[in-house]
């Protein structure tokens, strides 16, 4: 039951899988309110919505991290250790609207950008607790509709913790790698860019663009966090680093370090 409630808090504080869920069928719907950079390296802020998915078919789990689907396709028995591997898809929101600077708005909108690959990770429950759990996951994911035409990897290490039945937090470090198309795309100046908006020209290869840090807690409203009400909510911090933040976008029209935070209501069935 604990290994489920690890599970639970980590699905509904938008991180990847941290722990296997009961053999039962199950599913949690969930709709929050969250506050994020208007684009990556932004000093601006806007709402958006957070919707959650996250269930568990024929001994199957799948969940929802922000705009991306995981499908985990390794059935685990009820050891420690829980092997997770998939595919994954989801939707590149970045500089497509809302854009809270006049000069990086000048460099135009981009198109939605569909993103799908695939995610391996390991979790071993029992550490200072016997319902604890630590969990390295690593995603892949590549553009499929030609918008920035290159990958992302996104290792990230979770600790979750349950305090009781009702309550549980959570715990989180990660990074993000790009290639060349994908800093090109949301991070370079072209000549036609520099003099619609001011900003200088600016060009850059892949390599490490960020590192984050997150926290998150659950608590049940009714019944417990494996079925009823909840609540949820949470909070982190990002890092741009390297030639990433020296871009104009970042450097001049933004801050290196943003912030992000949602709170939510979530009904498991």
């Known amino acids: 039951m604990y290994k489920s409630l690890a ?5 509904l504080t938008a991180v990847p899988a941290a722990a296997q869920l009961q053999d039962r069928n199950s599913l949690t719907l969930g709709v929050g309110l969250g506050t994020i950079p208007s684009y990556e390296g932004s000093n601006n802020y806007r709402m958006i919505p957070a919707p959650l998915v996250r269930g568990r078919v024929a001994g199957f789990n799948f969940n929802t991290v922000r705009t991306h689907l995981y499908f985990d ?4 028995g009820p ?6 591997i998939g595919p994954v898809i989801g939707a590149n929101l970045n500089r497509t609207a809302r854009i809270g600077d006049a000069r990086v708005r000048a460099l135009g909108t981009l198109d939605i950008a569909v993103e ?6 390991l979790s071993r429950t029992g550490l200072a607790t016997p319902f604890d759990s ?4 690593v995603s892949y994911q590549q553009d ?27 715990f989180g470090v990660g990074a993000e790698i790009v290639g060349a198309g994908y800093a090109r795309t949301y991070f370079g100046v072209t000549p036609a860019g520099a003099g619609a908006s001011g900003l200088p020209e600016y060009r850059l290869g892949g390599g490490l663009k960020d590192v984050n840090l997150s926290a998150g807690v659950t608590r049940a409203l009714s019944g417990t966090l494996l079925k009823g009400w909840s609540a949820f909510g949470a909070v982190g911090a990002s890092r741009v680093l390297g030639d990433f933040a020296d871009s104009p976008v970042v450097r001049l029209a933004g801050e290196e370090n943003t912030f992000f935070g949602s709170v939510g209501l979530a009904y498991s069935f």
């Open 7 to 11: 599970f639970t808090v980590a699905m």
């Open 73 to 76: 396709a390794w059935r685990d």
């Open 79 to 84: 050891g420690k250790l829980d092997v997770q």
């Open 116 to 121: 799908g690959g695939g995610f391996v990770g």
């Open 134 to 137: 630590l969990s390295f996951v």
């Open 144 to 170: 499929l509709t030609d918008v920035h035409d290159s990958h992302i990897i996104r290792p990230q290490i979770t600790y979750t913790r349950p305090l009781d039945l009702k309550t549980a937090v959570r």
